[in-house]
């Protein structure tokens, strides 16, 4: 286990709260930046586990366990970024506890038979975790907008809804993140297929490729998103159509992730 | 020594034939304020749409009277009407109104504004003096401390704001959106002026007839507009405000359907406010359209009300904490002319004692010795007099203990002050709020 993994959790559990607490009360913008300090402070402690165990041979492409610790990170890394000028403290109340499920998740499994290291394996990795983590990010605002849209239409606002982004803001962040996931997701999905490609030329049975459902389901979502950017920029698709196609791309990638994993528990190599 | 008074009637006591009867602004208010200074030392006049109120710096009941009788001047019906509070009253019912817990609709932002005014009006005249240039300031600063530390003016209290605060729910920053307006009813312009003032972009009326379109857009600084343009306005703006008298459904349905394809998809709010509606219900089930009608918005209202008056019990907390910061140190206060007289007089003791010790001393003696028995001399005093001092102190803002005109009293006998005291009086007079000095010395 990562020497600061104890330390990281906490600190991503201290922010947590802290983002809880302002969806449900007006906090003093001390605490935000307090919340803001103590996430950056456990984005930093996980990146310096991630390159300890770079260090010690089990960089993210090692194994499923670790690609689920590395998007944990990213996604995480990809909210502070995003949210450097509009905070959305409700967004981060989602995201992170999905994050420390991922890196408990990914603590608890046991280590998988590392695999031969190439770059096209690296490189569909490293561009699926971003991707992940990108579109994470969108599934989570997409959940809030779905929120705000329905209590807006029942006229009738709870606090989260007195105190969340306007429906607007969420529906940019949509979109933002559908733009800048999709190409990621897509050389992840390519670099994948390449990987695939030369497995099958070196002889692994058709048979065996189609009989694992994470093709079919990466595909799927690469799908989904496509026709959720090609609405955006053709039919002016927006709003909660956008948010529930987003929710379903998103679920097919997080069925992917979850694959990946179990196979990684019983042994399975990845892609 | 001058007590605060509050003598005035509200939307609580009077109705709104006497409210407005007492009402009072510019060259009247001015007036009113001078024949006031020729009954009391100091005065300021808070007269709203919701209330009227005469804050006085009154030393006997017979200055309250003359003063109530300056600003009745024979209204006998508003006399059944009025209250009056003295002291630690008044000064709480001060600090609740400009915190806004008096309002009638509780927490909105307007009336500190109101007291503000009152007060600036107050000053040009020269009617504040200490008690009021003391009191005045310090309930803006309670009332922005309630603001501040409470979320009792966070969410709108009036049909009008509610608009305002849902676009700001779909579209953030309202600045530069269009905005329509259907019928030229008053509650649409009021809530028009509401989103005026969140610096909406264009705003087009259009009206059956066209004259009081243009008299409407004119008031609004907006454009009108024929009603046969309706469609396309429709297709441009994000916020519609509908009031029209139309016994049917204006905008229907089906038509909404078409203009929201045309938008393609971009929200639309729609604010209907009239009776019978004007807007189709069911255009409120098409996607990304929000559309509140007044019962709608009453309940949003409603809620808005529940979550303010639960705020306000914080905020009155933070009033009773304030009030007794301030009576305490009003309380020290009245006893540092006294400490300072015993303070000079023990000094000016201890500074002849070392003059006549130093007389003694041999002629060899250099200046350093001097000083150094004139700094012992005020040491000593420092010393002896800082136990009881702070005992003094601490005591005078207990309010358990007696009041600070009898330690004050038995101060001055013990050690026969009474001729300091007077001069050091003379000096305490003289620290009052900057603005104010050259109002009192104009007075004088």
């Known amino acids: 286990m990562p020497p600061l993994f104890p330390l990281t959790l906490s600190l991503y559990a201290a922010a947590c709260a802290l983002y809880c607490v302002a969806v449900s009360q007006a906090l003093p913008p001390l605490l935000y930046r307090a919340a803001r300090g103590c996430l950056l402070l456990a984005l930093v402690s996980q990146a310096a586990d991630i390159g300890w165990l770079c260090l010690h041979g089990q960089p993210p492409p090692t194994d499923a366990r670790e690609a689920v610790f590395f998007i944990s ?26 994050s420390m499920v991922l890196q408990v998740a990914a603590r608890l499994a046991p280590a998988g038979a590392p695999e031969a290291h190439s770059l096209l394996r690296s490189l569909h990795v490293l561009s699926a975790s971003l991707g992940t983590a990108i579109l994470a990010l969108g599934a989570g605002g997409s959940v809030v907008y779905l929120l705000l849209e329905r209590q807006l239409k029942r006229h009738h606002l709870s606090p989260l809804g007195r105190r969340g982004p306007p429906l607007q803001t969420l529906d940019t962040l949509n979109r933002r993140t559908t733009l800048l996931g999709f190409p990621v997701f897509t050389l992840a999905l390519v670099t994948g297929a390449a990987f695939l490609a030369r497995q099958l030329y070196e002889g692994i049975p058709l048979r065996s490729v189609l009989a694992r459902p994470q093709y079919v389901l990466a595909l799927l979502s690469w799908l989904l998103f496509a026709s959720l950017l090609l609405g955006r920029v053709t039919a002016g698709l927006r709003g909660r159509r956008a948010a529930l196609l987003t929710l379903c791309g998103f679920g097919a990638v997080l069925a992917v992730l979850t694959l990946y994993y179990l196979r990684g528990l019983t042994g399975g190599g990845a892609p | 020594m001058s007590r605060l008074v509050v003598i005035g009637l509200s939307h609580h006591t009077a109705p709104i034939e006497v409210r407005e009867e007492m009402a009072i602004s510019g060259d009247a208010l001015g007036e009113q304020l001078r024949r006031l200074l020729d009954v009391a030392p100091e005065a300021m006049v808070l007269s709203t749409c919701n209330r009227y109120e005469l804050y006085l710096a009154a030393p006997d009941e017979a200055t309250c009277e003359a003063a109530q009788a300056v600003v009745l001047q024979g209204r006998t019906r508003a006399r059944a009407y009025l209250y009056r509070h003295h002291d630690e009253a008044a000064l709480r019912h001060l600090f609740r109104v400009a915190a806004s817990l008096d309002s009638l609709v509780l927490g909105e932002p307007q009336i500190l504004g109101q007291v503000k005014h009152a007060y600036e009006a107050a000053r040009q005249v020269g009617a504040i003096g200490p008690l009021l240039g003391r009191t005045v300031p310090r309930a803006f600063a309670v009332a922005k401390r309630v603001r501040s530390e409470t979320r009792i003016g966070e969410h709108a209290a009036s049909v009008a704001s509610v608009a305002v605060e849902l676009a700001g729910h779909i579209f953030g920053s309202l600045a530069g959106r269009p905005v329509l307006l259907v019928g030229a009813g008053k509650m649409a312009e009021l809530a028009a002026r509401h989103l005026r003032q969140a610096q909406v972009g264009q705003l087009w009326v259009v009206n059956r007839t066209r004259a009081r379109a243009n008299e409407l857009a ?43 394809r045309a938008r393609r998809g971009r929200w639309l709010l729609l604010v209907d406010i009239a009776v019978p509606r004007d807007v189709e219900p069911r255009a409120g089930k098409l996607e990304n359209v929000y559309l509140y009608d007044i019962d709608a918005l009453r309940q949003v209202v409603e809620q808005n009300r529940r979550g303010r008056l639960r705020e306000a019990e914080a905020a009155e907390r933070i009033i009773e904490e304030e009030l007794r910061r301030f009576i305490q140190s009003e309380r020290q206060r009245e006893l540092v002319p006294t400490i300072r007289a015993l303070r000079e007089w023990a000094l000016s003791l201890a500074r002849t004692e070392a003059r006549r010790t130093l007389g003694r ?3 060899g003696a250099n200046e350093r010795d001097r000083q150094l028995v004139a700094q012992l001399a005020e040491a000593v005093v420092n010393k002896l007099l800082h136990v ?29 002050l009474d001729e300091a005291v007077q001069e050091a009086g003379a000096v305490e007079e003289a620290p009052r709020p900057r603005e104010v000095e050259p109002l009192r010395e104009a007075k004088q």
């Open chain 2, 218 to 260: 004119v008031r609004l600084g907006g454009t009108a507009h024929d009603f046969t343009e309706l469609e396309a306005l429709l297709g441009e703006a994000d916020v519609v405000l509908c009031s029209t008298g139309a016994s049917e459904p204006v905008l229907r349905a089906d038509l909404l359907a078409r203009v929201m």
């Open chain 2, 388 to 416: 009881p001092l702070s005992t003094l102190k601490r005591e005078a803002s207990d309010p358990g203990r007696p009041a600070p005109r009898d330690l004050d009293e038995a101060l001055r006998r013990l050690f026969a």
């Open chain 1, 73 to 98: 990170w990213l996604m995480v890394g990809v909210y502070l970024l995003a949210t450097l000028r509009t905070p959305l403290p409700v967004v981060a109340a989602l995201l992170l506890p999905v």
């Open chain 2, 361 to 363: 001393l041999s002629p």
